[in-house]
Each structure stands twice: as structure tokens, then as C-alpha cells.
């Protein structure tokens, strides 16, 4: 294994990391207009932020590690790196359901008030 090759991988670490909390920021941004979105944006944050220390807690180690503690520190980290993704995934997925539903209602009060300001006009 090496740094070499560690070290290699490492370079594009922090800007991978800058990448992921600027989509937060944008995510917390485009859905500033919306309470319900608050909650989830600050927990969205919180995982992603764990998920970078984990990242950046795992390479060091594995930089710095033989070949078999490499093999065993990589096998019990995939699980957790795993299921912190999931459950970035899964917050993801509710705000965007919930976005759409939104904009889904707002869609709906346009065409209401079009076809009222319609009828209003008409008679």
C-alpha cells in the first residue's frame, strides 16, 4: 500500500470536501424560503461534516498503516462510511419530496388564482 499511493489520493481530498459543503450551503440556500427545510438543512450539515471527519480520520489511518491493518481498518470503516452516506442520501431524499410537494401546491394555488381571476374578469 504505501503513502505513495496515499498520498496521491489524498490531494484531491479538500477540495472534494470543499465541493460537499458548498452543495450544503447551496442546498440551505435554495431552500431558505421554506421552515420545514431548516431542520433537515442543519442535519444534512452535521452528516456531512461527520462523514468528512470520518473520510479524513480513515485515510490518515490507512496512510500510515501496514498492509494488514490497512485490509482490517478498511473492511470495519466501509460499513460506517456506508451508513453515514445512507443516511446523508436519505435526508436528501426528504427534502427534495418535500420541495417538490411544494412547489407541486404552489403550481396549484397559480392555476387557482388564474382561473378565479378569470371568472372574475368574465363577469
Same mark, same amino acid.
Given at each position: 500500500?504505501?503513502?505513495?499511493?496515499?498520498?496521491?489520493? /489524498?490531494?484531491? *481530498?479538500?477540495?472534494?470536501?470543499? !465541493?460537499?459543503?458548498?452543495? %450544503?450551503?447551496?442546498?440551505?440556500?435554495?431552500?431558505?424560503?421554506?421552515?420545514?427545510?431548516?431542520?433537515? %438543512?442543519? !442535519? /444534512?450539515?452535521?452528516? *456531512?461534516?461527520?462523514?468528512?471527519?470520518?473520510?479524513?480520520?480513515? /485515510? *490518515?489511518?490507512?496512510?500510515?498503516?501496514?498492509?494488514?491493518?490497512? %485490509? &482490517?481498518?478498511?473492511?470495519?470503516?466501509?460499513?460506517?462510511?456506508?451508513?453515514?452516506?445512507?443516511?446523508?442520501? &436519505? &435526508?436528501?431524499?426528504?427534502?427534495?419530496?418535500?420541495?417538490?410537494? /411544494?412547489?407541486?401546491?404552489?403550481?396549484?394555488?397559480? %392555476?387557482?388564482?388564474?382561473?378565479?381571476? *378569470?371568472?372574475?374578469?368574465?363577469?
Amino acid at each position: 500500500i504505501g503513502s505513495g499511493g496515499a498520498a496521491i489520493y /489524498l490531494e484531491g *481530498v479538500p477540495q472534494e470536501e470543499a !465541493k460537499a459543503l458548498q452543495q %450544503v450551503e447551496k442546498i440551505a440556500s435554495l431552500t431558505s424560503n421554506n421552515p420545514e427545510q431548516r431542520e433537515s %438543512v442543519e !442535519k /444534512l450539515r452535521q452528516l *456531512v461534516d461527520k462523514k468528512i471527519k470520518f473520510n479524513t480520520t480513515k /485515510l *490518515v489511518d490507512l496512510s500510515n498503516a501496514d498492509r494488514r491493518t490497512y %485490509v &482490517v481498518s478498511l473492511l470495519r470503516g466501509r460499513h460506517e462510511g456506508f451508513t453515514l452516506m445512507r443516511q446523508i442520501e &436519505v &435526508v436528501a431524499a426528504e427534502m427534495r419530496d418535500r420541495e417538490d410537494r /411544494l412547489l407541486q401546491a404552489r403550481q396549484r394555488d397559480v %392555476v387557482q388564482f388564474q382561473f378565479t381571476s *378569470v371568472l372574475a374578469i368574465a363577469s
